[in-house]
Structure formats: structure tokens, C-alpha cells
Nanobody, 120 residues
Framework: QVQLAESGGGLVQPGGSLRLSCAASGSIFEIYAMGWYRQAPGTGQRELVARFTRGGSTEYADSVKGRFTISRDSAKNTMYLQMSSLRPEDTAVYLC?????????????WGRGTQVTVSS
């Protein structure tokens, strides 16, 4: 089993910054891919915010390009999301997704989510 621990959410004013963390632990042979998603209030859908692809490149949603930066510490199996110039429309529950290779197949693990609220 794999456990994900997210942290770093909170209330911030428009234009402010936050840094989210997602630490994976447990039975990990290889982390196949990692990414951040968010679910806005009143919606049932999760949208991609940023992710690392299998090849190690990064992808960002158009709405966050130039404002958010995804990074990781492979030695710690930890992923970060630095969010700057935050806007009210960034308000959402942010969840990390980690795809883990357990030597048999790729399994998806979701974090519980951390609330980010951007409001004055």
C-alpha cells in the first residue's frame, strides 16, 4: 500500500502565494508519474493543474501557466506545487495523484486533498 500526505493549503489573499506538498510513503517500487489536480466548490470534476509525465517533462493547465510551478524531490518521494499570483478562481481542493509501479501493474493513488481558498 501507498500513503499520500498532503499539506500546505490555507486561506490567502488574491495575489498571494502558497506551497503545497505531497509526500508518498509505503510500498513503492517506482513512481511512474505524479501530478496535482483540483476540484472547485460545487463541481464533481477534477481538473489537471500540473503534472510530471513518465519522461520527466512537466505539463500545466493553461490557467496556471506562469503562476504555478511543480517540482519534486525524488529522494523523498515528495512533490511540490508553488502557487503564486493566486486568484479567487484558484479556490479549490487540491489533490495529488501518484501513479506507482508495484512491479505488476501501475496503480493510482489519490491524496485526501488540501483546501486552498483565495479571498480578500
Amino acid at each position: 500500500q501507498v500513503q499520500l500526505a498532503e499539506s500546505g493549503g490555507g486561506l490567502v489573499q488574491p495575489g498571494g502565494s502558497l506551497r503545497l506538498s505531497c509526500a508518498a510513503s509505503g510500498s513503492i517500487f517506482e513512481i511512474y508519474a505524479m501530478g496535482w489536480y483540483r476540484q472547485a466548490p460545487g463541481t464533481g470534476q477534477r481538473e489537471l493543474v500540473a503534472r510530471f509525465t513518465r519522461g520527466g517533462s512537466t505539463e500545466y493547465a493553461d490557467s496556471v501557466k506562469g503562476r504555478f510551478t511543480i517540482s519534486r524531490d525524488s529522494a523523498k518521494n515528495t512533490m511540490y506545487l508553488q502557487m503564486s499570483s493566486l486568484r479567487p478562481e484558484d479556490t479549490a481542493v487540491y489533490l495529488c495523484l501518484v501513479k506507482v509501479n508495484d512491479r505488476v501493474k501501475i496503480n493510482d493513488y489519490w491524496g485526501r486533498g488540501t483546501q486552498v481558498t483565495v479571498s480578500s
